[in-house]
C-alpha cells in the first residue's frame, strides 16, 4: 500500500509538473511577442474590442480555437471560431485581401508568383516583419512538394501587413492587427490555427466558371479540393485530409 501511493504521488508530481511546464512555455511565447511594440499596440488597439465582439457571438475570448478559408477570386479570408465545448465553427468575421497576385491555380515553383491553394496551418509569427506584422503559412506542404516543378516549390509564403505581395495573402495593417492577435490567442493556447486556401467559392456558379474557362489540368486538382469545402458548408466542421503518394489529396469516410 506504501509503495502504491508513494507511486500515485511521484505519478501526480511528474504530471502536475508538466503541465506547469507546458503552461509557462505557452505563457512565455506570448509573452515574448508583447515585448514588441507593434504585437502589444495590437493588443492595446484591439484585444479589448474583440474579445466584446467575441463573447457576442458566445465565443468565450479565453478559450476559443481558430479555423481560416481564403479564396483567391473572392480575394477574402473568413475567420471561423470555435469552443472546446462546440461541435461546429461560428463564422466571426470576414477579412479582404487588399491586393493580389497570381492567378487560380495551386503554386507549384519558386518565384511563380502564385499564391498557394491547399490546405495549411500558421506555424511562425513575425512580429518585426517588414510587412508591418506577418504570419508564416507551412507551405510547402507534402502535397506541394511532391508535385512541384522544378528544384523547388518555394516558401515563405505569409499572411501579412503593408498591402503589397507577392504570392502572399495581404491585409492592412489594421485589419493584420486583428488577424494577428485572434491567431496568437488560439497558438499561444496550443491550438493549431488552420488555414485552407481555395481558389474561389465551389458555388454551382463558380464551378461552370472554372469549367468555361480553366484547363482539365487544373479542374483536376481543384476538384480535389471541393469535398473540404463541401464538407465544411454542411458541417461546419474540419473533414480529415489526407495525402497519397503521387501527391493528391483524398478524405476518409
Partial sequence: MFLNNVIHTCLLVFFTVS????????????????????VKDAYDTKWPQLQEDLKAIKVNPETFSIYMRAFKYERIVEVWLKDPSETKYKLFRTYDICASS??????????????PEGFYRIDAFNAKSDYY???KINYPNTSDIILKEGIS??????MHGNCVTI?????????????????????????????????????????????TNYPKSKLNFWKSLKPAYDFFEEHRWLHKVNIDSKGHYFYEE
Fill in 102 to 115: 497570381g492567378n487560380l491555380g495551386p503554386k507549384r515553383a519558386e518565384g511563380d508568383g502564385q499564391v
Fill in 153 to 158: 516549390a518555394g516558401s515563405n509564403i505569409m
Fill in 167 to 211: 504570392g502572399c495573402l495581404p491585409m492592412t495593417d489594421d485589419k493584420i492587427k486583428e488577424l494577428y492577435v485572434l491567431c496568437l490567442e488560439s497558438r499561444n493556447r496550443n491550438n493549431p490555427v488552420y488555414i485552407d486556401i481555395f481558389p474561389i467559392k465551389f458555388t454551382n456558379e463558380n464551378i461552370k466558371l472554372l469549367e
Fill in 19 to 38: 503541465v506547469s511546464s507546458a503552461q509557462v512555455k505557452t505563457l512565455a511565447f506570448k509573452a515574448g511577442q508583447l515585448k514588441n511594440t507593434r
Fill in 133 to 135: 506584422l506577418s504570419m
